[in-house]
């Protein structure tokens, strides 16, 4: 077993171990009895309200870096400019026609085996 395969059978561990406390502890407070905790409705409260502030601080900061992003990012050019731009870089790489006589740039033909 690689060093990555052992550290995902632990998050997986972790995981089913705290997705069944949080399930037990919502539905089933009772147990918690066992343990010495008595207000079983405040702890039902934390359970919901912890996930909740941690899911709703996350969207918050994910908003925010948003917000940044497209705060300092600069604006793009029009359309119109960059349309122009190529337009003239394509006017710019054609090559220029020069004057060469017709006979220079026929290739002459060459002869046929019977015209030999």
């Known amino acids: ?7 995902g059978g ?6 089913v171990f705290v997705a069944l406390f949080y399930v037990v502890t919502l539905f089933y407070p009772s147990w918690l009895n066992v343990v010495g ?3 079983t409705g405040a702890v039902q409260f934390w359970i919901v309200a912890v996930p909740v502030f941690v899911a709703f601080v996350a ?4 908003g925010a870096w948003i917000g940044w992003t497209m705060a300092t990012t600069p604006p793009p050019k029009p359309i119109e ?4 731009e190529m337009e003239e870089k394509k006017e710019e ?5 020069t004057a ?3 006979s ?3 290739a002459p033909e060459k002869k046929k085996k019977s015209d030999k």
């Open 93 to 97: 790489s054609k090559p220029e026609e």
């Open 100 to 102: 060469v006589p017709v």
């Open 81 to 84: 400019e960059i349309t122009t």
């Open 37 to 39: 905790v008595n207000d």
């Open 1 to 7: 077993m690689s060093k990555d395969q052992a550290i």
């Open 59 to 62: 969207i918050m900061l994910i």
């Open 10 to 15: 632990a998050i997986l561990v972790v995981c």
């Open 104 to 106: 220079a740039s026929v």
